[in-house]
């Protein structure tokens, strides 16, 4: 549609992953390098990890297309809750036989698909892509393929690509020995606001346009609204772009892109990582609640002298009440449930074991019906608003530390007699 009009050879923001546009950041870099190194160097074990959207699958495909011919490559590139037999998969990824057989079989069929091609002077390469969704029964099941390395050399070797969730699986105790094997280790975080004006330039440039047609200032609120993840950054730039050519606008500016995003957002097809600060005042229009507490009573004393701060998390986004919770439970916090926003699970909490309510609300407060506006007004016990978009960009960041230390203190300040250190 807009191609012509703003002189590119193809769609410069296209969602597939390409790595025809491969924009190596430093991190994306190094993330490459160390892929490589781990190759090169026979690693057992590779791990990169990232949130949705940094570009992890696009690496896998550039690693792919510059492999080495010495190494026979399999890959899995999705997993899911029904992932079911791995070896299954495991098989149908090196086009191996595996109608009407068992585990068993199917294992010795892949020990001798291994041996075999190490004795042709070849390598033996699995990669699995959203490795965060497998079950830590399953890695094991790897960790027990990778004992085919018996000798010097690596005849096996096996790449995880995953999200974040991931890394927390792998830390178990109950797979110590997994990770012990783990030779190669990144997590992929997203652009920095300079890397997102660089990457929009650059794949304006690599469509065969002007690389300067996002203006400095669009740039900016590129990476404020989407905090530097790649996807978004997509999504978010090839509307604009659509937007632009029906307005016949030759370059692409800071209100244009503010006006997309804001329609997306009304929409509820894109999630704003706006890099806004959070603040312990509830959004303009929330329920006034005093001190933060709830409007009816007064704020109860903190009837522990010591342990831990008990809190519930209320929020729509089950990944945001997900991510917060354990970033949460590190900072002398006792998180003894989450809750989707709604009246019915506010009434199902019980006050007696909850300190703090931490209440996430986005920008829509329009959308809050009367029965969850009363249920708040009705806590007697504190509450600490957050706006949520505010909240996701904190988390998307590398500081998200020292956001998970400054809301603990927010949340112990807010009980009379709480622990006022924190880790």
Known sequence: MYESFYGFREKPFSLLPDCGFLYLSGKHRMALTLLEYGLMNQAG???ISGDIGTGKTTLIRQLLNNMDPAIK?????????????LMKWIALA???????????????????????????????LLIIDEAQNMSAETLEELRMLSNVNADKDQVLQIILIGQRE??????????????????????????????????????????????????????????RFTGGVPRLINLLCDTSLVYGY????????????KDVAQDKQKGGLFQSQANLKDTTEPPVGAPSSGAMAGAKGSVPEFSRDQGKLRIAIASESELLRRYLSRLLIGFNIDVVTTVPLSAGDLHSLSADSIDVLLVELDDQLDRLDAALYESLEEWKYPILFNESLATKASLSQ?????????LSRKLHSLVSHAPQSVA
């Open 45 to 47: 074990f590779t791990v």
């Open 73 to 85: 490559v399999g890959l899995i590139s999705n997993t899911h809750q029904a992932f079911g037999d």
């Open 94 to 124: 090196f086009d191996l036989p595996h109608q009407g057989k068992n585990k068993v079989e199917l294992y010795q069929d892949f020990m001798d698909f291994i041996i075999q091609e190490y004795a042709r002077g070849r390598r033996t």
């Open 166 to 223: 991931l890394r927390e699986t792998l830390r178990r105790p109950d797979l110590v020995q997994f990770a012990q094997r783990i030779g190669v280790d990144y997590h992929l975080e997203p652009l920095s606001e300079q890397e997102t004006s660089d990457y929009i330039r650059h794949r304006c440039k690599t469509a065969g346009g002007k690389a300067e047609l996002f203006s400095d200032q669009a740039c900016q609120q590129v990476y």
């Open 246 to 257: 029906a307005e016949q606008r030759e370059k692409v500016d800071a209100a244009l892109i």
């Open 398 to 406: 590398p500081d998200r530390l020292d956001y998970g230390r400054e």
